[in-house]
């Protein structure tokens, strides 16, 4: 309950969640390919191999299918593409990027 409580009641006006969709887009987009492009040499029965590949899955279907028909499909479609963004930003820091 207490994760819920700090939901808001509303979500943004539908202008301001297009907006900030198609600013997700893009980097989203980048970091899929650079993700892509690094697993290619890796072993196939590697586990960070398997789970670059199923967020890049994951990342082409939700690009491909969009925002959904109304509102607030739109707005959960924005928080999901934004979690994307940042598990590809990640897993490219980690694992593209090694320190």
Same mark, same amino acid.
Request: net charge negative; aromatic share 4%; charged share 25%.
């Given at each position: 309950?207490?994760?819920?409580?700090?939901?808001?009641?509303?979500?943004?006006?539908?202008?301001?969640?297009?907006?900030?969709?198609?600013?997700?887009?893009?980097?989203?987009?980048?970091?899929?390919?650079?993700? &892509?492009?690094?697993? #290619?040499?890796? %072993?196939?029965?590697?586990?960070?191999?398997? +789970?670059?590949?199923?967020? /890049?899955? !994951?990342?082409?279907?939700?690009?491909?299918?969009?925002?959904?028909?109304?509102?607030?499909?739109? &707005?959960?479609?924005? #928080?999901?593409? %934004?979690?994307?963004?940042?598990?590809?930003? +990640?897993?490219?820091?980690? /694992?593209? !990027?090694?320190?």
């Amino acid at each position: 309950m207490e994760l819920t409580n700090g939901l808001p009641a509303t979500v943004p006006e539908r202008a301001e969640v297009d907006r900030l969709t198609g600013y997700l887009r893009g980097p989203v987009e980048l970091l899929a390919a650079e993700l &892509a492009a690094a697993t #290619e040499g890796w %072993a196939a029965d590697s586990s960070d191999r398997e +789970t670059a590949r199923w967020l /890049l899955i !994951r990342t082409r279907k939700a690009l491909d299918e969009g925002q959904g028909p109304n509102h607030r499909t739109a &707005a959960v479609y924005m #928080e999901d593409l %934004a979690l994307t963004c940042r598990a590809l930003a +990640t897993l490219c820091h980690q /694992l593209v !990027r090694p320190p």
